[in-house]
Nanobody, 124 residues
């Protein structure tokens, strides 16, 4: 089993920044892929950013490119999402997720484990 615990959400004005953290524990994640997904009331849970734990290779949704940065600290078993230049449409619950089948990393159904989510609200 893998446990994922997110933190760092909150309320921020448009143009501001937030940093999310996801602490990972349990099963070894050395061969895993960790990702952040966003879910808003009117949309399905959608891929935002992901990282291959061992190699540090990153991927971003088009909406996140140039504004968000995903990183990991292998010593702390923690993955981060730095979000800059936030927009109201970035509002939603952000979930951290882990998979060992990362060929379809944008597909939420590829992920085996999920955190409880953290709310991000961007006011206009």
């Amino acid at each position: 089993q893998v446990q994922l615990v997110e933190s760092g959400g909150g309320l921020v004005q448009a143009g501001g920044s937030l940093s999310l953290s996801c602490a990972v524990s349990g099963h070894s994640i050395s061969d895993s892929y960790l990702a952040w997904f966003r879910q808003s009331p009117e949309k399905e849970r959608e891929f935002t950013a992901g990282i291959r734990w061992a190699a540090g290779i990153t991927h971003y949704a088009d909406s996140a490119k140039g504004r968000f940065a995903i990183s990991r600290d292998t010593a702390k078993n923690t993955v981060y999402l730095q979000m800059n230049s936030l927009k109201p449409e970035d509002t939603g619950v952000y979930y951290c997720a882990a998979t060992w089948s990362y060929l379809a990393y944008t597909n939420k159904n590829s992920y085996n484990f999920w955190g409880q989510g953290t709310q991000v609200t961007v006011s206009s």
